[in-house]
């Protein structure tokens, strides 16, 4: 990029080369901002300048800009999968989302019909109504080929285990030649033995869960020891201690994972780890803890929906309160 910029300042590649280095590399959110500023009038109907712009909004509480930017590279490119994605992934987290479901539906008119597509509506529309039914008959009859990054088979477990098919659920993790899987957000990965856990722990298998997590925190401690700051890590491995029983460890963890990922220094992580620290709190006994930041956590950009709480076991033991079943009852279709 160096060699680009000198050859040719003005060099819209190159700088926007640059701005995704700083975005992706180092977080440098103000840097990124500057070289998509330099980048720009040479590339002013690029795609991939607007997503990076949208991507940069997000992170720093401008959502309005997002949606702007992300809104650009779909007229620009209606069939462009990724800004499609991202359009309809803004809505979910503004929790508009039949306005995201829609996005879908102008891509399909305008010739963007790949299968993965009706995957994503059948989510989006599980995150509205929470009906488990529809869902699992849509993900289930999906082609193998359709698992990216292992997405699909977090789906298929959660709605096997949200009807207490707990063979099910251990069917498509053992048909699963994967051993990594994305979830939620596709942006971080959990071994196969969290989802382990997480099925011996529905199924009240506590040994199955205990020998589970055991092997999930070798793999997240491995990961902290190359980056031992990463909020994401810690969260989860801070999820994975809870599980454990080690309450006062898992949250010192989680809270320091929220000092280290605030949804002040980035309004897409930051959630994702205070979620963290919910679940800490749902699993080690501290119910009213974990309702507190349930409730601060729908009233911010984030992905925890009605269809999530209702069926996800992560929450089961939030289940039996009834401030926390009031919460979700206020979530329900045509409540709001």
Known sequence: MKTALRLNPNSGEAHLALAEYYFRGYRDYPNAQAELALARPTLPNNVAVFVL????????????????????????????????????????????????????????????????????????????????????????????????????????ILAALAEGDFAGA?????????????????????????????????????????????????????????????????????????????????IREAQRAVGLMPVTRDAYDGPLVLQGLARVYTWTGEPGRAIDLVERLLKMPGYLSYGYLLHDPLWAPLREHARFQALVASLAPGVR
């Open 53 to 156: 712009s949208g991507y940069l909004d997000r992170r720093q509480r401008r959502w309005s800009e997002s949606e702007s930017n992300f809104r650009k590279a779909v007229e620009l490119d209606p069939r462009n999968s990724n800004a499609v994605h991202l359009l309809a992934d803004h809505f979910i987290l503004m929790r508009r989302s039949t306005e995201a479901l829609r996005v879908f539906e102008r891509a399909a008119a305008a010739g963007l019909a790949p299968p993965v597509l009706k995957l994503r509506r059948a989510a989006i529309a599980f995150l509205i109504d929470g009906e488990i039914a529809p869902f699992r008959a849509m993900i289930e009859t999906a082609s193998p080929e359709l698992d990216i990054g292992g997405g699909t088979t977090p789906w298929c």
């Open 170 to 250: 251990r069917q498509v993790l053992t048909l699963s030649p994967r051993e990594n899987f994305q979830e939620t957000d596709y942006s971080f990965y959990y071994p196969r033995a969290w989802y382990e856990a997480e099925i011996a722990r529905a199924q009240d298998d506590e040994a199955g869960a205990r020998r589970a997590f055991m092997k999930a925190r070798k793999i997240f401690e491995d990961r902290l020891s190359v980056k031992p700051d990463d909020a994401r890590t810690l969260a989860v491995l801070a999820q994975v201690d809870a599980g454990l029983g080690q309450k006062e460890l898992a």
